[in-house]
């Protein structure tokens, strides 16, 4: 990956001083195009030996272009609010939104380099750290970030002579660390690894750049103008999402009109008696199981969906009344916001994840993508298909970092649906609940029938599976939704 960084490019200080002008004045004006025509986000990935100008590149960046409009990120260690959720979570927050400039120093590929180097993971452990960054990376790209990623490169002996120089400068002295040279005594380790990450990460969608580190004038010359190409390039292609990838095969309905949905049996006896000796107990024991010493080792991430009318929002108060407020979360989501939509889908959900210890309920979840936004065709076909696969992957990150993930779909039959419509508008602190788009998605009933068997089909995994509730009696679906989450809170903590 480096045998072309190692063979002695410079540029003169004539040459740059003729060229340097023009490359600003059409990167600056590059940012605002991206401002103000752009759907789409820019990521820069700044990596590399110590010495090899990463500072001096990131600082130069902000100093040629407009820095309101560059998000520029240093990551250093994870801090506890980090530590206590999935690793990538700290980047997720820090994600450009559309039409911006995103700069980290440091990132992802720190913490897999590193942990490699200093001996806290091994080889299979690098690798399952690099199949979670390509799987992030192949998100940003297919909703349609552009991703470019710097290696600023030295030899041991650059490195060696460029710490030495920068040690005697009073104006840089300050700048070279014990970890400096902590990291150069480890240069052939760090070469080694960063050569393997490099090499299975060097996707067509986000290749890496390989700069030569040791002349400051081809350095900035050449990341400069790999920004202006890469920037420019995509403003000349169509605008939006470039997914056209789709994970799955078109998808029909059975020849036979049978669904999953359909084998419920929506009516389940219980009685108000047995109801609340059944709730008394089981709240009980939702209280004890999130207050266990070992709970503290993970988190809870309970997601509601269903049927208009299905009974989510009582079920969640009978939750939540054997929980202390102090330790949850009730999110409802709605239309996205326009920050929201600034960034990717799924930024809005991340945000929103509990650490170690915490309880968040969603009241609707990322699952809109497969259903409302399918049926209602907010969503591009491509789009909505791929999120399957970018949902199982965020899932598999919240389940390995401890979350305890219990999913409920809510189905109640039309008929109870419209009464329960019908008593809604007829009872006065009850109008609220019922909208013209509750009306308006009775219409599509069968359309979202199918897709909540796509959606439990294709999401319900061994460790994060669906839990299809028959709903038509509230009280035999608010008992079975307690006991559930009871079971699967057993499981982990056992």
């Known amino acids: ?54 500072g001096e590149t990131m600082n130069l960046i902000n100093e040629w272009l407009d820095p309101r409009l560059i998000d520029t990120v240093a990551f250093a260690e994870a801090n506890d609010d980090a530590r206590a959720r999935p690793w990538m979570w700290r980047y997720w927050m820090q994600l450009p939104a559309k039409g911006r400039i ?6 992802y590929y720190s913490d897999a380099l590193f942990d490699r180097v200093f001996a806290r993971s091994d080889r299979d452990a690098l690798d399952k750290q690099i199949f979670d960054i390509l799987r992030f990376e192949r998100m940003l790209t297919m909703d349609g970030a552009l991703v470019l990623k710097f290696w600023f490169h030295l030899t041991r002996e650059q490195q060696h002579k460029r710490l030495k120089q920068m040690e005697k400068d009073p104006a840089s ?47 900035s010359l050449t990341v400069g103008n790999t920004l202006l190409n890469a920037v420019r390039n995509r403003l000349a292609q ?88 102090r330790r949850y979360r009730v999110v409802p989501i709605a239309a996205p916001t326009q920050e929201e939509k600034a960034k990717p ?43 399957y696969y970018e949902i199982n992957d965020f899932e598999h990150q919240l389940s390995e970092n401890g979350a305890v993930i219990v999913k409920f779909w809510l189905a109640i039959s039309k008929d109870e649906q419209m009464a329960r419509f019908k008593g809604r508008e007829e009872t006065g602190f009850k109008r609220f609940k019922i909208t013209e788009e509750d009306w308006r998605n009775r219409d599509k009933w069968d359309a979202y029938k199918l897709a909540v068997s796509d959606m439990v089909d294709r999401t319900s995994t061994s460790k994060v599976p669906w839990t299809l509730v028959e709903a038509n009696n509230k009280y035999y679906a608010r008992i079975k939704i307690l006991k559930t989450i009871c079971d699967a809170l057993e499981v982990r903590l056992a």
Request: charged residues 30%; proline residues 4%; glycine residues 8%.
């Open 102 to 107: 995103g700069m980290f120093f440091g990132s």
């Open 238 to 325: 169509a605008q939006g999402s470039q997914a056209e990838l789709i994970d799955a095969p078109p998808l029909l309905a059975p020849i036979d009109n049978k669904l999953l949905l359909d084998t419920l049996q929506l009516d389940q006896p219980m009685d108000k008696a047995e109801y609340k000796a059944e709730l008394e107990k089981l709240q009980g024991r939702l209280h004890r199981l999130t207050r266990h010493p070992r709970f503290a080792q993970h988190s809870l991430v309970l997601a509601f969906e269903g049927n208009d009318a299905a009974g989510k929002g009582g079920s969640i108060r009978r939750i939540t009344q054997a929980l202390d407020a």
């Open 345 to 387: 889908w799924l930024w809005r959900f991340w945000r929103h994840m509990p650490g170690k210890g915490g309880i968040t309920i969603f009241d609707r979840t990322w699952y809109g993508r497969v259903l409302v936004e399918r049926v209602e065709g907010f969503a591009k076909e491509a789009d909505w298909m791929r999120a």
């Open 1 to 54: 990956m480096f045998e072309s960084a190692e063979i002695g490019h410079s540029i003169d200080k004539k040459t740059f001083r003729e060229a340097m002008p023009k490359l600003r004045e059409a990167l600056l004006d590059l940012q605002y195009d991206l401002k103000e025509k752009a759907d789409f986000p820019v990521l820069i990935l700044i990596h590399g030996f110590d010495g090899a100008g990463r």
């Open 173 to 219: 002295s300050w700048r070279v660390t014990k970890t400096d040279w902590e990291h150069y005594e480890r240069y052939d380790k760090i070469r080694k690894s960063a050569e393997h990450i490099l090499r299975l990460t060097n996707t067509a969608a986000a290749p890496w750049v390989v700069v030569d580190g040791e002349d400051a004038n081809y350095r």
